[in-house]
C-alpha cells in the first residue's frame, strides 16, 4: 500500500536553531517527491521537488535531501526564524498514469523566540 | 498571476443546506483538483478534471459530493444535502502538463456544518 509517514508529528525549536524534519515513504513505482509548506489559515506552497536522481536540493534556508535507496527524505531547515512556523508536508507521486500523490499528514512546526 | 482563486474563503451552513464551493484556476494550467483537508486525514484528493474532462473522482465520498468544469477558467465543488462531517478545509489546486510539475493550492473554503 502507498504510504507517507512523517515524523515528528510536531516539533518546537527556539528561534535561530535548526531542525530536520523526516518523511518515509512505501511508495512505488516512485516519480518525484515534494515538500510543501502550510502557513495556518493559508493553502500549501512548494518549496522543492526531487527525483529519483536527485539527492538534494536547497531553497534558501531549506534543504531537502532524498534517499531512494532507503525510501527516505528529510527537510533541513536553517537558522529558524518565526516565519517558518507552519505545516511541513511531505508528498510522494507515483510513477503511473494521471496524477497519484500520496500526502503525508505533516509536521507542525513552531518556531519561538 | 493572481495564483488559484476560491470562493467564499468561509463557509457556515446548516445541516441539510447545498454547499457549492468555487474555483478559478490560473490560466493556462490544464489540470484542476479538488482536495479536502482535515486534522484526522490530512490532504485527501477528491477529484481532478484535465483540460474540463474530470479524469478521476474516486476519492468523492459520496453521491452527495459532484464536481464540474464547464470551462477552462472554472470549476464547482457541491455537496448536497451537507451534513456536520464535511466539515473541513476543501482546497483547489491546479498545474500544467506533466507529473513532475508544481501544483498550485488556492487559500481554501473553510466549510462549517452545523
Known amino acids: 500500500k502507498n504510504q507517507v509517514e512523517q515524523s515528528p508529528q510536531s516539533l518546537i525549536i527556539l528561534e535561530g536553531k535548526n531542525c530536520t524534519l523526516q518523511c518515509n515513504y512505501t511508495v512505488s513505482p516512485f516519480s518525484n517527491l515534494r515538500w510543501y509548506k502550510q502557513d495556518t489559515g493559508r493553502g500549501p506552497v512548494s518549496l522543492t521537488i526531487?527525483?529519483?536522481?536527485?539527492n538534494t536540493k536547497s531553497n534558501g534556508r531549506y534543504t531537502a535531501t532524498l534517499d531512494a535507496d532507503t525510501k527516505q527524505s528529510s527537510l533541513h531547515i536553517t537558522a529558524s526564524q518565526l516565519s517558518d512556523s507552519a505545516s511541513y508536508i511531505c508528498v510522494v507521486s507515483a510513477y503511473q498514469a494521471g496524477t497519484a500523490l500520496i500526502f503525508g499528514k505533516g509536521t507542525t512546526l513552531s518556531v519561538s523566540s | 498571476d493572481a495564483g488559484v482563486i476560491q470562493s467564499p474563503r468561509h463557509e457556515v451552513t446548516e445541516m441539510g443546506q447545498e454547499v457549492t464551493l468555487r474555483c478559478k484556476p490560473i490560466?493556462?494550467?490544464?489540470?484542476l483538483f479538488w482536495y479536502r483537508q482535515t486534522m484526522m486525514r490530512g490532504l485527501e484528493l477528491l477529484i481532478y478534471?484535465?483540460?474540463?474532462?474530470?479524469?478521476?473522482d474516486s476519492g468523492m465520498p459520496e453521491d452527495r459530493f459532484s464536481a464540474k468544469m464547464p470551462n477552462a477558467s472554472f470549476s464547482t465543488l457541491k455537496i448536497q444535502p451537507s451534513e456536520p462531517r464535511d466539515s473541513a478545509v476543501y482546497f483547489c489546486?491546479?498545474?500544467?502538463?506533466?507529473?513532475?510539475?508544481?501544483?498550485?493550492f488556492g487559500e481554501g473554503s473553510w466549510l462549517t456544518v452545523v
Open positions: 489546486a491546479s498545474r500544467t502538463g506533466t507529473s513532475g510539475n508544481t501544483i498550485y
Open positions: 478534471f484535465n483540460n474540463n474532462v474530470p479524469i478521476d
Open positions: 526531487m527525483t529519483f536522481s536527485e
Open positions: 490560466s493556462g494550467h490544464d489540470y
